[in-house]
């Protein structure tokens, strides 16, 4: 198994006669994700350069492919009603890798989609490895295995999924939910799937300074993932102190989003803390009694 | 994007939150004329994105024109002194001269983004006039918090509940339910990330008016409402900030610290990375630098000169994970913007990874430049060279 | 409450559906100073809440003043025929002076509201200009509906699946999602039940407009915009409408039938039941009226004046619940309100049930009246003195 | 067993110390129902007439007493608010006395409150005959049984229930479901309540001209409940056509609702239908087998 993405899901790309859509459904396709289609209004009945057919609205594209996943390549202005449409017509999980929404444009999306998971906005995609990927991750970084991989950051990824690899741990499937302040998908979420998926043996969770998302891990990761261990590693430490919310935010989150406060949370819930990247395949070896 | 006072309270105009009569003067002479036509008690307010305009003596009161003329004149002569939020002080290009208002009791109440709920939250607290960091500290319990429902829209209960939850003086109570749903209203029509009244001022007289106004705009959405791009071209930058647009970079890409190893890498959580990275060899950072996707020659270019001639770097250690992005490409780009700069050259350690990452060593290597395979390996090696 | 066109069109331009340029006026002259001032063709039409405004000749074209003057006089010279919609014709008070569009094509767009989704719904069909009954007799597959989410509100898709799904010509695509966003826009902010644009114009330049404007507000709703009161002055109501609210009925609680049996429930849905009563005992009904709750004497004399001086009642069958209110204290009003009239006396029959019962039939009997214990038993009764 | 409310239901009012709340409070407590307490904004901490506990607002007064069920007496341009008021405090069970809400109001609430089921607006209310009611229904027409009944209409309904207590038919639980062209519940929500109802052995069912609930509750009474018999009474065969959603409702519907196509459609799913409520015992005894 793996999470949110398998070799039959199928997948369409919103935006995929643009560039960035067209040239990531090629690279997509090759790495053996089962894309079946494409959206991009007016163009309807034509076929797209991969020979996918092209549709004017994602329902018509839901109804005649049985897509379940769209990945959403349009600019920011159409972004969330790219996302809207994609709830609209049944689809239960979209990637969104622009960058720059609006904010409020994501608050009012991830209010009123019940029933759909949305990877980002602003984030690399997904990856299953040695099955299938949605998004913009380079694929042949990454190999199948048993470690879930978590992170908000895009290259940071590649940088621990890369010592992973080189490490001899493949991946089951890996996230990059993006570090915009409002995302679809939190680490929460995917602790939750990873907790349910069988062929996820550990989790590699990549944190950020900002925000509560890792204190919330934390907290999730003590109370109901006993079973699988986690290693984390949080970027930032010595990064300039976020500038994006101001106070009033960091009082409602409750803190203030350091990577002392994320740390210390991380290891009151028994978490190693790698102290950098390439310090994770070695405490992971640690926790699963193997050696690099 | 920070507004100003005056911006704030024309967009708490607009959405109905009321708001001291006012006038925006950019001279003594306009202040002085204005309160010549309008008798009474005013408070002539320095127009600046610090904070501390009390304390560094940029309120001032007048009853006549000519102390409405002198007291301008006095808070314009020097530019606000800096402090640790801007420790470059900030310039003074106008005041605002506002109705003087007999304020009988003080609240706070501001409107922002709570990442965890996902969900716009309203805090309400019956200490207003203080900074909210400060009430946190000493009287968390006073201040209430309510997310509201997107999907719903505000609705008069969130502003009940939180004026009940937070004790408000009963003064408050009526008009609150309007004065939330107005800051909710400015929240999405205007696209602010905070919206602050500090203090929300309840009157002898008993009106409830926004005294002060702190908000902040989603630099994303800003495109939405375009008389935001005049207001942008009018507001200071930081000097970082300047820089990083200077360069072509994002606001938020670019920030010096005083240490002496350069740094740049691809991706905000890799730069951060890279600095942790320098941070742990013992070395001293000179700067965050988010080249962002697509490094080519010109962007490399304009990166270099950006931390060669505007931090103390010694050294420029760049951290590059390919992904997508061919690493023969990327270092073809380093090459040849190394070689077209007239800047000042300092060493390169330069880590390229990702799809033909040997062949990206080697034209690195062929021009001269230090190579390492991993950040780490880079990190150490800058740091040396920089102590050298 | 319905709208006439150019208040319709009024709430359009406030909503950025484009309208075309015209000129409300109230008389020949103003017509006439209008074109003499704008050059060009103009289509003056009549402003009346009827429909066939066209085959009743209350549209006409004019080109230069004195024909504007000429056809405006001839339009408002005559109201509007009787039709079946409404018996009573319509006076005609202004016209619309409208500049003349060159159209393409004609479309329908309008929005309304779905009982059983509990949704606003957005209905296009490429066949425009003409009545959407037709249409969904006729081409019933040409009309597309989308239902739109409240908690998400309208996004532009729904705007482009309708121009897809109803295979609209391409012209009109681009701006659809505007002209619909446009009118949801209108449906929440003025409480409308429906927004009609038919036609939806395709000018020969290109121009996507609504030509025509029907808009139905929500009565319950008009006190949330203040300047609607003035408008519902200015519009007129049918006779029954007008006798209803003279009566302090609501304005839906009365309607005249061509029978002779009076009828006055309490609740609508008993209203009904009793003029069915009335037709299962072979009996013809002059009227439905519900009187609402609480059958005080005032209200039942105001109530019987009503039918007797305004239907051809020859019996007024009275079916009261009582529920919650006290047999005796109904019994009480209806003697109080028959006392005190001063117009034309008819038989009454009166069927009264609830708390205390036999004590209020005992009152209403002592005072003369015929009281019966069902409601198919005063049925019968009232159709029986009816025919007498 | 009934459907929605019984004797434990812990109710509240909103806008208990205004005339018609306190009014219809006292009924209420008077019939058996366990109504814990008020919400008056700037009456919290004092006591209604009735001895109950009086709340600012809704989330203090589900949180000091528990409950779960509310009333709503407030004038109409602040009903919508007591609604969401409600949902958001966790209430599960709002019944909306309140007439004349604009139906903008209603669209947005009916939309915006997942997992609150709404009764009404402008209805009167609902009973469970011998344990509780909430609402302004005259209790004493009622009596405990195995009846459920449900109506678009207040007085008709009282009309009915008269009729079928006079015969000796007991009622499981009556909703007045209010006869707006928007409400919270109509009669498929009640169907299928009742169908899951081991009290309920029959059901009888008081539709009106105007809209398609009564086509819709025929098809699911064709589909889903064929265990229970159900009679149907359609009051307005005589009535003046609707004027209140003209004619592009009536084709968004998909019909007219005139009284007509209601009786096909029930007759269609086996349903009888009374002529005149006189007929509503006597059909329901043959449907039972029973004598009245």
């Keep these: 198994m793996s999470i949110y993405l398998d070799k039959n899901s199928k997948v369409i790309v919103q935006g995929i006669t643009g560039g960035e859509g067209s040239y990531h459904t090629a690279r997509m396709l090759s790495y053996g994700t089962n894309v079946v289609g494409g959206v991009t209004p007016g163009k309807g009945g034509q076929k797209s350069e991969h020979g996918l057919p092209v549709f004017d609205t994602v329902k018509q594209a839901v109804e005649a492919t049985g897509a379940t996943h769209t990945c959403i390549f349009v600019p920011p202005p159409f972004a969330a009603d790219a996302l809207f449409e994609a709830h609209d017509a049944g689809i239960t999980l979209a990637v969104c890798i622009t960058e720059g929404l609006p904010v409020h444009d994501v608050l009012r999306v991830v209010g009123a989609t019940p029933g759909m998971q949305i990877i980002g906005p602003n984030c690399p995609g997904l990856i299953s490895p040695g099955k299938a990927t949605i998004g913009i991750m380079p694929g042949h970084i990454f190999k199948e295995g048993n470690i879930g991989v978590i992170s908000r950051s895009g290259t940071l990824t590649y940088e621990v999924v890369d010592l992973l690899t080189r490490s001899g741990f493949g991946q089951s499937t890996c996230v990059g939910i993006g570090g915009d302040p409002i995302i679809g998908t939190v680490f929460v979420d995917c602790l939750r799937a990873f907790a349910n998926d069988a062929q996820t043996e550990a989790i590699v969770l990549c944190g950020e300074i900002g925000g509560s998302d890792e204190e919330d891990a934390a907290a999730f990761i003590k109370e109901h993932l006993a079973g699988k261990p986690v290693i984390a590693f949080i970027g930032g430490r010595n990064a300039p102190p976020g500038k994006s919310l101001g106070h009033a935010g960091a009082i409602i989150s409750g803190n203030f989003g350091t990577a002392q406060s994320k740390i210390a949370a991380f290891q009151a819930a028994g978490v190693p803390v790698a102290d950098r990247p390439s310090e994770v395949p070695r405490l992971l070896a640690q926790r699963l009694g193997v050696t690099v | ?388």
């Design chain 2, 1 to 388: 994007m920070n507004l100003m006072e005056f911006q704030g309270k024309e967009l708490f105009a607009r959405v109905g939150i009321p708001v001291p009569r006012s006038q925006h003067c950019h001279t003594p002479d306009e202040a002085a004329s204005f309160v010549a036509k309008n008798p009474g008690k005013w408070v002539v307010k320095a127009q600046v994105l610090m904070g501390g305009r009390g304390k560094a003596g940029k309120i001032k009161f007048a009853t006549t024109a000519d102390e409405a003329r002198a007291v301008t004149a006095e808070i314009m002569a020097t530019p606000m002194p800096p402090n640790r939020q801007n420790p470059n002080g900030e310039p003074i290009h106008s005041v605002l001269v506002e109705e003087c208002l007999e304020i009988d009791k003080e609240a706070y109440c501001a409107i922002t983004i709570d990442r965890t709920s996902k969900k716009p939250v309203v805090m309400v607290s019956r200490f207003g006039g203080m900074d909210i960091e400060e009430v946190s500290e000493k009287h968390p319990e006073s201040i209430a918090k309510k997310a509201i429902d997107t999907a719903a829209g505000f609705w008069p209960f969130a502003g009940r509940e939180l004026a009940f939850a937070s004790e408000l003086d009963a003064g408050f109570r009526k008009q609150l339910p309007a004065i939330v749903g107005g800051i909710y209203d400015l929240f999405f029509r205007y696209g602010a990330k905070l919206v602050e009244i500090n203090p929300l001022a309840l009157t002898k007289d008993g009106r409830v008016i926004a005294s002060d106004a702190k908000v902040e705009l989603d630099d994303d959405g800003l495109y939405k409402n375009k008389e935001f791009a005049e207001w942008q071209k009018a507001l200071p930058l930081d000097e970082d900030e300047s820089l990083a647009t200077a360069s072509g970079l994002g606001i938020r890409n670019f920030r010096r610290f005083p240490g002496t190893v350069g740094t740049m890498a691809n991706g905000a959580g890799l730069a951060m990375a890279t600095m942790d990275a320098v941070k742990n060899a013992n070395g001293e950072i000179a700067n965050f630098l988010d080249v962002g996707g697509g490094a080519n020659a010109e962007r490399v270019r304009k990166c270099y000169e950006l931390v060669v001639n505007h931090t103390n770097a010694k050294v420029f250690f760049v951290n590059i994970f390919g992904g997508i992005t061919r690493g023969d490409e990327v270092a073809k780009g380093i090459v040849e913007a190394l070689n077209t700069t007239t800047s000042r050259k300092i060493p390169l350690v330069i880590r390229l990874t990702g799809t033909n990452e040997e062949e990206g060593r080697r034209i690195l290597t062929q021009a001269g430049m230090t190579t390492v395979a991993t950040m780490d390996e880079g990190a150490a090696r800058a740091v040396e060279l920089a102590k050298a």
